[in-house]
């Protein structure tokens, strides 16, 4: 971030507007991208803006978290459980649909991200369950 922590903070906590991003932060890049491709910056972090998503409490979704996905992070559980992806500089957690790659496009395209659109990851079924799972090291 840059030096006046104060701007970044209002920014950090208003609608994401890239060339605002742009004026404000330098190689920092902490969003979620809604299922409707909707782009949010991830305050106070990816997992508390998912669990937000939920609309439920945290300790329900908490257990509801530690009842069936174990093994897996609590953010790869809460983009599947919300349909958002949480982006960084350089990658995404989650299942992208079109308009989230629009979005990762429009991002990539302002010079905010490096990653990939399209990579392989962890894929639940409908129900939950685990259709399969790749290295997320080497797929990005």
Not at 53 to 79: A, H, K, S
Not at 94 to 108: C, D, F
Request: proline share 4%; hydrophobic share 35%; net charge negative.
């Amino acid at each position: 971030m840059l030096e006046n922590a104060e701007n970044a903070q209002q920014v950090l906590h208003g609608p994401f507007d890239p060339e605002v991003h742009k004026k404000t932060f330098m190689d920092y890049l902490e969003v979620i991208i809604k299922n409707d491709g909707t782009i949010e910056y991830a305050v106070p972090s990816h997992q508390e803006k998912l669990i937000a998503l939920m609309d439920m409490p945290r300790e329900e979704v908490y257990q509801m978290y530690g009842q069936n996905f174990l093994g897996f992070t609590p953010i790869q559980w809460l983009c599947f459980k919300t349909k958002a992806i949480s982006v960084w500089d350089t990658y995404y957690e989650g299942e992208a649909n079109e308009l989230q790659k629009e979005a990762l496009r429009m991002l990539k395209t302002e010079g905010l991200y490096k990653g990939a659109i399209d990579h392989e990851g962890i894929h639940f079924t409908t129900d939950g369950g685990i259709d399969g799972c790749t290295d997320y090291a080497t797929s990005y």
